[in-house]
């Protein structure tokens, strides 16, 4: 079963020529759509499905500077900005909210963690609380239990993961850009080591920049051009609950289970970091990249079927760009969730919060999180092609940093000032000896 996603009206024709073309319209590519448009430029989106209804829309909706990367920490922040900015341009509801975001743990060493990654943040002007052991069983009282310790972050918040692709899609429209949906983009054209136009399937858009944001096809896609990009994709399994219960925290993390208010009013439950590794031809190939990855969160992580290997996501094979591809036969990825993780997230979630016992599933889903060997996405315009540039990666928690990845896409192409740093963001970075390195702050 697919989670909720509005609906949106979107072109039929498309253009014969744009000044960028971005391909893929999930959380990614309609913000640097939207940023594009908003510029000034002539903008076609390109989505091979519905917009926003792979990744973008199974994820939590965290939007968070907590425990970040601190290579991903000036990016995030500036993210949740631009979450208010664009609602108010837009003049519709992302459904964002500084909620605030609550952790709460009887783990000692985990608790020590988020000090550290405290003192870090607080450093660079985050607002991050620690809480004692008074202060989290007040804050996590709809639990009825005791904690140890836990973490406050009240700036930090949630978006709709049903609502925001789609709505930032319309905010594209609103300034000139064309979106198009269910029209898949198969190649590009090159002339000189140049883009010069984006092979579809309905015909050949002229341009000189595009943007791939293709989530978990990405890799894929970039093999056509004989460019290497390490990624996994880890398949997560996610339910919702009905609206109806009371007074929970809109976002809380446990180790055991994570809850968040969803905005509908029911509740979309998960455990952190839990999914299966379905074998693919990608997986395969990359594997000695992720070995640092695999083991250190192999508690977690366990094998799964071949579901992704024949969806084709990940192929290694060569299309013709005449006939149809992978993405016209699988339109939108929506792989089956495991069961046993369902049912143990449920049951966890019920022990935790016991106003959910008797609030009913409404949903079961599962997503392709597309993941890089250090946890960090790439964002790059030198990737071997002239024009081409890289937004992908976002390995689990892009959601919530879409609106300044693709804030940062567009500095890069219009040549202004970038809004973070970019070095740690290249593709590059994966060369030789540096895909061991793991995520740190």
Not at 350 to 363: D, F, G, K, S, T
Request: hydrophobic share 40%; proline share 5%; net charge positive.
């Amino acid at each position: 079963m697919s989670p909720p996603l509005m609906s949106i009206a979107t072109a039929d024709a498309l253009p014969d020529s744009a000044d960028t073309v971005v391909i893929g319209a999930g959380i990614v590519g309609t913000c640097a759509a939207y940023w594009l448009a908003r510029a000034g430029q002539r903008v076609v989106l390109l989505e091979k499905g519905r917009v926003g209804a792979e990744q973008s829309s199974r994820n939590w909706g965290w939007c968070r500077q907590q425990n970040r990367d601190a290579r991903e920490l000036p990016l995030s922040t500036k993210s949740l900005a631009l979450w208010e900015q664009m609602a108010v341009d837009i003049g519709e509801d992302l459904g964002f909210s500084r909620c605030g975001l609550l952790y709460l743990s009887n783990d000692e060493k985990e608790i020590e963690t988020w000090a550290a990654w405290g003192r870090y943040a607080r450093g660079e002007g985050i607002d991050t609380r620690m809480l004692g052991t008074a202060e989290a069983a007040e804050r996590g009282a709809a639990t009825g239990k005791s904690w140890k310790g836990g973490v406050w972050s009240p700036t930090d918040g949630i978006a709709d993961p049903a609502r925001a692709a789609p709505v930032i899609a319309k905010g594209v429209i609103k300034h000139g850009g064309v979106v198009v949906q269910n029209c898949a983009a198969r190649g590009i054209e090159t002339q000189a080591g140049a883009v010069c136009g984006v092979i579809t399937e309905r015909g050949v858009i002229r341009t000189r920049q595009v943007v791939l944001s293709g989530g978990a096809w990405a890799a894929s896609f970039l093999h056509q051009l004989g460019i290497a990009f390490p990624q996994a994709a880890i398949r997560s399994s996610i339910l919702s609950v009905a609206p109806g219960a009371q007074g929970l925290p809109a976002a809380l993390h446990t180790a055991g289970v994570s809850v968040t208010r969803r905005g509908d009013g029911g509740c979309t439950l998960a455990i952190s970091g839990f999914g299966k590794v379905d074998p693919t031809p990608g997986t395969i190939f990359g594997a000695k990249y992720f070995l640092p990855m695999f083991a250190k969160r192999w508690r977690l992580l366990s094998p799964g079927g071949l579901q992704a290997w024949r969806a084709g996501f990940e192929t290694r094979a060569r299309w013709r760009m005449d006939r149809p591809t992978p993405m016209e036969s699988m339109r939108i990825l929506d792989p089956r969730p495991s069961r046993r993780t369902l049912d143990l997230t449920l049951a966890r979630a019920r022990e935790l919060l016991p106003q959910l016992r008797n609030v009913p599933v409404q949903a079961e889903w599962a997503g392709y999180i597309d993941s890089t060997p250090d946890g960090v996405p790439v964002i790059d315009g030198n990737i071997g092609v002239d024009g081409l540039l890289l937004a992908a990666g976002l390995s689990g928690h892009g959601f919530g940093i879409g609106p300044g990845v693709g804030h940062l896409v567009a500095d890069l192409l219009l040549g202004r000032e970038a809004i973070t740093e970019t070095a740690q963001y290249r593709l590059s970075r994966f060369d030789k000896s540096q895909w061991g390195k793991v995520s740190e702050f």
